[in-house]
């Protein structure tokens, strides 16, 4: 299991305010349709981004809770909703919820579910705890179907497969439409979300998580950190003939609770 420790949560704070995740987060709370007054949940909130941007939608008289398993992503989300009072940050799990049945108007859990082993009692939690009629915003990344121009085939592969042995379930958005059926959710909807770089830049998605997968492949002894840093100089140095290409899909899916 991924632990996220206080550098990889700056990671992710850094990642996830790249242009291409802020238009994401747009496109979830354009979904969601949040309402003045209403409770909000959002499960593997990480750095509090999602929540910070709900919680002037849903107003003084509305809430909302965002969980997460890693304390180090919570530290960074308390910091940045400090003076929010509608919003309430505590550590846990998305197979088990601390909270009553039928709490939440609407709920989250943004690149969440891959990391969990148990899919199924993970959607049940979530559903549990959302009203009849709640609405529900995943989405989830296909990392098998990255598409990412390298000089050398044979080192990304590797790269690219220390990652997909290392999460649950890296290819899991051909498996959610069947889950949330057999779940009884209704009205579900899926959106692709292409992430497209064509240049090579710190502030591209890109960059942060190719560097983070290889440093991951170094950590688990896949390949030398020697590797790791020729190979991410052979990526970077593609720029420089306008070669550079990056493009991985991510998948919005919505649906509402139906009440059975």
């Known amino acids: 299991m991924i632990i996220y420790d206080k550098k990889a949560a700056q990671n992710i704070e850094l990642s996830y305010q790249t242009p291409e995740i802020v238009r994401q987060r747009n496109q979830t709370l354009e979904a969601l349709a949040l309402r003045a007054g209403e409770q909000v949940l959002d499960v593997g909130c990480g750095t509090g981004l999602l929540v910070h941007d709900m919680s002037?939608?849903?107003?003084?008289?509305?809430?909302?809770?965002?969980?997460?398993?890693?304390?180090?992503?919570?530290?960074?989300?308390?910091?940045?909703?400090?003076?929010?009072?509608?919003?309430?940050?505590?550590?846990?799990?998305?197979?088990?919820?601390?909270?009553?049945?039928?709490?939440?108007?609407?709920?989250?859990?943004?690149?969440?579910?891959?990391?969990?082993?148990?899919?199924?009692?993970?959607?049940?939690?979530?559903?549990?705890?959302?009203?009849?009629?709640?609405?529900?915003?995943?989405?989830?990344?296909?990392?098998?179907?990255?598409?990412?121009?390298?000089?050398?085939?044979?080192?990304?592969?590797?790269?690219?497969?220390?990652w997909d042995a290392t999460v649950s379930s890296p290819n899991l958005p051909v498996k959610l439409i069947p889950l949330l059926k057999k779940l009884n959710f209704s009205a579900i909807k899926t959106t692709a979300i292409p992430i497209l770089n064509t240049s090579y830049s710190e502030v591209n998605f890109s960059s942060g998580m190719l560097a983070y997968f290889s440093s991951y492949a170094v950590?688990?002894?896949?390949?030398?950190?020697?590797?790791?840093?020729?190979?991410?100089?052979?990526?970077?140095?593609?720029?420089?003939?306008?070669?550079?290409?990056?493009c991985v899909n991510r998948f919005l899916f919505t649906a509402v609770k139906v009440d059975v």
């Open 56 to 162: 002037s939608t849903i107003g003084l008289q509305g809430r909302i809770v965002g969980v997460d398993f890693s304390n180090d992503m919570l530290e960074l989300a308390k910091k940045r909703c400090s003076e929010m009072t509608n919003v309430q940050l505590q550590q846990g799990s998305i197979t088990q919820l601390d909270f009553a049945d039928n709490s939440f108007d609407a709920a989250s859990c943004i690149q969440t579910l891959l990391y969990v082993d148990e899919i199924e009692v993970a959607l049940s939690e979530l559903r549990r705890v959302m009203k009849p009629g709640g609405r529900v915003a995943i989405i989830e990344t296909d990392w098998r179907g990255v598409v990412l121009n390298s000089p050398d085939e044979v080192m990304t592969r590797k790269i690219l497969d220390a």
């Open 219 to 246: 950590k688990n002894n896949v390949i030398s950190n020697e590797e790791a840093a020729l190979w991410m100089k052979q990526i970077q140095d593609l720029s420089k003939t306008e070669s550079f290409f990056f």
